[in-house]
């Protein structure tokens, strides 16, 4: 399995922007499908954006859950073994603690459970 490691989150104004980083360690990093969820209090883990191993120009090889459609990108760079999540145009309904998840599988990445978690990084959304 891979480890990781999330930071970047914080407290940001609604509009703002925030970029969570997620170092991973252990594994042959370019292997994992790579995810951030978020959870709110009161409120289920939920899948914000996932990417695959590997993207090219052709192959975008991203997705997205709705609320955050054109506001959210994720992006990987395999070179430092991390994974990003840019956070724009920031809502309070974004308020959440934000997990990076892996997995070989894409299925279990989005559907069945991701083997690797990362501790979270709490992102908060307020005036």
């Known amino acids: 399995q891979v480890q990781l490691a999330e930071s970047g989150g914080g407290l940001v104004q609604p509009g703002g922007s925030l970029r969570l980083s997620c170092v991973a360690s252990?594994?042959?990093?370019?292997?994992?499908?790579m995810g951030w969820y978020r959870q709110a209090p009161g409120k289920q883990r939920e899948l914000v954006a996932a990417i695959t191993t590997h993207t090219t120009p052709a192959v975008d090889g991203t997705n997205y859950a709705d609320s955050v459609k054109g506001r959210f990108t994720i992006s990987r760079d395999n070179g430092k073994n991390t994974a990003y999540l840019q956070m724009d145009s920031l809502k309070p309904e974004d308020t959440a603690v934000y997990y990076c998840?892996?997995?070989?599988?894409?299925?279990?990445?989005?559907?069945?459970?991701?083997?690797?978690w990362g501790q979270g990084t709490q992102v908060t959304v307020s005036s």
């Open positions: 252990g594994s042959s990093f370019s292997a994992y499908h």
């Open positions: 998840a892996a997995d070989r599988s894409l299925l279990a990445l989005v559907s069945t459970g991701p083997s690797s």
